[in-house]
């Protein structure tokens, strides 16, 4: 298991509205890379702002200390149950379809540092890769465009915005609804400020991504 203080070749935290991106979400059975296991995995490829290809796919984590994949607790959050667990797929086959699916992908997702580090350490214990792909956390822009909001959770920004998460906490669909809150911050943010740049240039120098659209 990799240190998570010395993941040395992780990507940059980065700001922009690429053309070309990789939305990314993921299931986990707990909260920490060193201690818990990848479920889900869920992402869509997109390639000058067009859908281009999509990975779904369910993995088969290592079994906890009373015997399980994963607690009653995560079940009822996410729907994912021992009994689909246990006929998933193992997960370096999983992790490797993954990695290449992704490429050099710049990666976007909601609080996506936990997904990142999780797929980060995931990749390098079953595949010894690195992941250095830069990536995009959209959490940062709901905070600078909404600042008053209590709340910026992605359930809070799709009832703000009226989008429809078919099934929460399942890895496609809450990419599907992270690309829907990512659209409307990019209208958002030529609405404030009035092009593209102006918003990206509130953050600092090297978070900002090139702007292609």
């Not at 779904?56 to 994912?80: C, E, W």
């Not at 699916?101 to 609080?111: A, Q, W």
């Amino acid at each position: 298991m990799i240190n998570s203080n010395s993941r040395e070749f992780k990507g940059r935290s980065l700001v922009g509205f690429p053309q070309d991106f990789c939305v990314v979400d993921i299931e986990t059975t707990g909260l920490r890379p060193s201690d818990d296991g990848i479920i889900e995995i869920g992402a869509i490829m997109y390639e000058n702002g067009r859908e281009a290809d999509t990975f779904s796919s369910l993995l088969q984590p290592k079994v906890n200390a009373m015997g399980d994949y994963v607690s009653p607790f995560i079940t009822q959050l996410t729907g994912i149950t021992n009994e689909m667990l246990d006929s998933a797929p193992p997960a370096e086959d999983v992790l490797a379809e993954f990695f290449d699916f992704l490429g050099d992908s710049i990666i976007v997702g909601y609080n996506v540092n936990f997904d990142v580090n999780f797929l980060y350490d995931a990749i390098y214990e079953h595949l010894g890769e690195y992941m250095t792909n830069d990536y995009i956390d959209i959490l940062r822009m709901a905070k600078k465009l909404y600042p008053d909001m209590p709340h910026h959770r992605l359930g809070d920004m799709t009832a703000k915005f009226g989008i429809i998460n078919k099934s929460a906490h399942r890895a496609l669909s809450d990419v599907e609804a992270t690309y829907g809150c990512f659209k409307e911050f990019k209208t958002e943010a030529e609405i404030q400020h009035g092009d593209l740049n102006a918003f990206i240039n509130l953050f600092p120098q090297k978070a900002r991504c090139d702007n292609e659209g």
